[in-house]
């Protein structure tokens, strides 16, 4: 099966810009969709298909794609940010999900 | 917009326990489903899903075999049978409501998956 590979953890000034990528095969196929996740909480839908944000998640989220690279990219990160993201997509024989290995966004 | 879990517990090495997810507040028949799982202190892993009409079901390769999913959409409830269970399945298991479809414009159009409902999910521990 497929896997979709992130960077552990990055870190991002408060206020500053910092983009989370997730690698993989499948997303050469399929749209990535991204999670967040606080601590203690359920998964939260933040963008899916080519740049989609569910209503109620601030326009400072937003998603890209080239080849087999998906992008969240957080602009003027805020305190609430801090969470880990993951990415998920079907995998490449379109019959099963995989999510990303994750990363831990730290806003300093 | 709510999805409630139920069943999880403490459980021996191959016995079996059966999850519940009660929908409220949309369609639910009108949306596959999904069962993920998140071990202590680590990521998210895909489950299980379902479609609407029970008519497609796929399992990640870890479950496959031992874990079936069904519904009831005359009950809004989703379910996740567990059989031959190991310590490895231990997590907290979500319900997740599927969303998916078609979009753009000007002929530039492109389908889209995701999972834009989840529940709060429900503890097994697998351990003797």
């Known amino acids: 099966s497929s896997e979709l590979t992130q960077d552990p953890a990055v870190s991002v000034a408060l206020g500053q810009t910092v983009r989370i990528t997730c690698q993989g095969d499948?997303?050469?196929?399929?749209?990535a969709s991204w999670y967040q996740q606080r601590p203690g909480q359920a998964p939260l839908l933040v963008i899916y298909?080519?740049?989609n944000r569910p209503s109620g998640i601030p326009d400072r989220f937003s998603g890209s794609s080239s080849g087999s690279t998906a992008s969240l990219t957080i602009t003027g990160a805020q305190a609430e940010d801090e969470a880990d993201y993951y990415c998920?997509?079907?995998?490449?024989?379109?019959?099963?999900?995989?999510f990303g290995t994750g990363t831990k966004v730290t806003v300093l | 917009v709510q999805l409630v879990e139920s069943g999880g517990g403490l459980v021996q090495p191959g016995r079996s326990l059966r999850l519940s997810c009660a929908a409220s507040g949309f369609t639910f028949d009108d949306f596959a489903m999904h069962w993920v799982r998140q071990a202590p202190g680590k990521g998210l892993e895909w489950v299980s899903r379902i479609s609407w009409n029970s008519g497609s079901v796929d399992y990640a390769d870890s479950v496959k075999g031992r874990f079936t999913i069904s519904r009831d959409n005359a009950k809004n409830s989703l379910y996740l049978q567990m059989n031959s269970l190991r310590p490895e399945d231990t997590a907290l298991y979500y319900c997740?409501?599927?969303?998916?479809?078609?979009?753009?414009?000007?002929?530039?159009?492109?389908?889209?998956?995701?999972?834009?409902?989840w529940g709060h999910g429900t503890t097994v521990s697998v351990s003797s």
């Open positions: 499948s997303l050469r196929t399929y749209y």
């Open positions: 298909g080519r740049n």
């Open positions: 997740a409501k599927d969303l998916e479809g078609v979009a753009g414009t000007g002929g530039d159009y492109y389908y889209y998956y995701a999972m834009d409902v």
């Open positions: 998920n997509s079907r995998d490449s024989s379109g019959n099963i999900y995989v």
